[in-house]
């Protein structure tokens, strides 16, 4: 079974931190997303990685950065919280050209920022 | 810009009933078109999905319509069970990135 792990599951930081949110698929995929989803807007794209050190944004990458350092590594950081960045985060992981383009998605971290 | 439009935003059927979710999109490109179904404190899932060549896909319980001239498709739930409650999100793609609705909670009463 595919596997997608995310670092915390219920996150709670301060206005200003710095904060990151670490994924880890062990399925060998190529490609890697972050979303975040909030109630009535769905799933949004905020940055997405198709190889090691590779990054693009996605709709929402205002106020983020990623790095991806190892395949199976996605990290998502948040330069410096802020309240409107309360949400909870969804990293998902797929490998191309599978025809389906499934992603698999990891539990999510609910982030506060306070 | 919503490209993927999804409702109802909440649907209550009883036990046994045929809930029905729709989608409408605007990028003609798009060409996968996969539902979602998320659970309390879990990830999206993929339940099924379909390409625009055809026009309807069934999977067990589960069935996807499809208009292609009126870029819209649907989810149909047949024989609705408690444990069908669930967020769903249809999507959209045309590359590796998907465009999500924006879900749907789903209440079936025993």
């Known amino acids: 079974d595919v596997k997608v792990t995310q670092s915390s599951r219920y996150l709670v930081k301060r206005t200003g931190e710095k904060v990151f949110l670490e994924c880890v698929q062990d399925?060998?995929?190529?490609?890697m997303f972050w979303y975040r989803q909030d109630p009535g807007l769905g799933l949004r794209l905020i940055y997405f990685?198709?190889?090691?050190?590779?990054?693009e944004k996605g709709d929402i990458p205002e106020g983020y950065s990623v790095s991806r350092e190892k395949k199976e590594r996605f990290s998502l950081i948040l330069e410096s919280a802020s309240t409107n960045q309360t949400s909870m985060y969804l990293c998902?992981?797929?490998?191309?050209?599978?025809?389906?383009?499934?992603?698999?998605f990891g539990p999510g971290t609910r982030l506060t920022v306070t | 810009q919503q490209q993927v439009k999804q409702s109802p935003q909440s649907l209550i059927v009883q036990k046994g009933g045929i809930p029905i979710i729709n989608c409408a999109y605007e990028?003609?490109?798009?060409?996968?078109f996969p539902w979602y179904q998320q659970f309390p404190g879990k990830g999206p899932a993929l339940l099924i999905a379909?390409?625009?060549?055809?026009s309807e896909k069934k999977e067990g319980r589960f069935t996807i319509s499809f208009n292609k001239s009126a870029k819209q498709f649907s989810l149909h739930i047949m024989d609705s069970q408690p444990g069908d409650s669930a967020t769903y999100f249809c999507?959209?793609?045309?590359?590796?990135?998907?465009?999500f609705g924006q879900g749907t909670r789903l209440t079936i009463n025993p």
């Open positions: 990685s198709y190889d090691v050190k590779m990054k």
């Open positions: 399925m060998d995929h190529e490609n």
């Open positions: 990028n003609t490109a798009f060409d996968y």
């Open positions: 379909i390409r625009p060549d055809v």
């Open positions: 998902a992981s797929s490998s191309p050209g599978t025809g389906g383009n499934e992603q698999y």
């Open positions: 999507a959209a793609s045309k590359s590796e990135k998907l465009v």
